[in-house]
C-alpha cells in the first residue's frame, strides 16, 4: 500500500522559513517525479513545485520562485520543500504526490499523479 505523509507544517510570522517533508512507503521513489501542491481556503489546489525522479529538473510556480526550493533524497524515500521569506499568500495546506514517470521530466498538472498524501497545514501570519 503507497502512503505519502507530510510533515513539517505549522504557523509561522511573515519572512519566516520553514521545511516541509514528504515520506513515502510502498513505492520506490527513484521511480517517480514528485510534485507540491497547495489548496488556500476557497481555492483550487495549484501546483508549487516539482522535481524529475533523479532531480536534475525542477520546476517552480512563479509565485514562489526564489523563495522556495524542492529536493529529494531517494535513499530515504523523502521528499522536501525549503520556503523562505513566506507571506500571508502561502497559507494554504500543502500536498505532495507522485507520478510514475519514465524520463527526466516532472508535471505539476492535479490528473498526472498517481498518488497523493494527505497533506499538512502551514499558516503564515502578518
Known amino acids: 500500500q503507497v502512503q505519502l505523509v507530510e510533515s513539517g507544517g505549522g504557523l509561522v510570522q511573515a519572512g519566516e522559513s520553514l521545511r516541509v517533508s514528504c515520506a513515502a512507503s510502498?513505492?520506490?521513489?527513484?521511480?517517480?517525479?514528485i510534485t507540491w501542491f497547495r489548496q488556500a481556503p476557497g481555492k483550487e489546489r495549484e501546483g508549487v513545485s516539482c522535481?524529475?525522479?533523479?532531480?536534475?529538473?525542477?520546476n517552480y510556480a512563479d509565485s514562489v520562485k526564489g523563495r522556495f526550493t524542492i529536493s529529494r533524497n531517494n535513499a530515504e524515500n523523502t521528499v522536501y520543500l525549503q520556503m523562505n521569506s513566506l507571506s500571508p499568500e502561502d497559507t494554504a495546506v500543502y500536498y505532495c504526490a507522485v507520478q510514475y514517470r519514465n524520463d527526466a521530466m516532472c508535471s505539476q498538472s492535479r490528473g498526472a499523479m498517481n498518488y497523493w498524501g494527505t497533506g499538512t497545514l502551514i499558516t503564515v501570519s502578518s
Open positions: 522535481i524529475s525522479r533523479g532531480g536534475s529538473y525542477r
Open positions: 510502498g513505492v520506490t521513489l527513484d521511480r517517480y517525479a
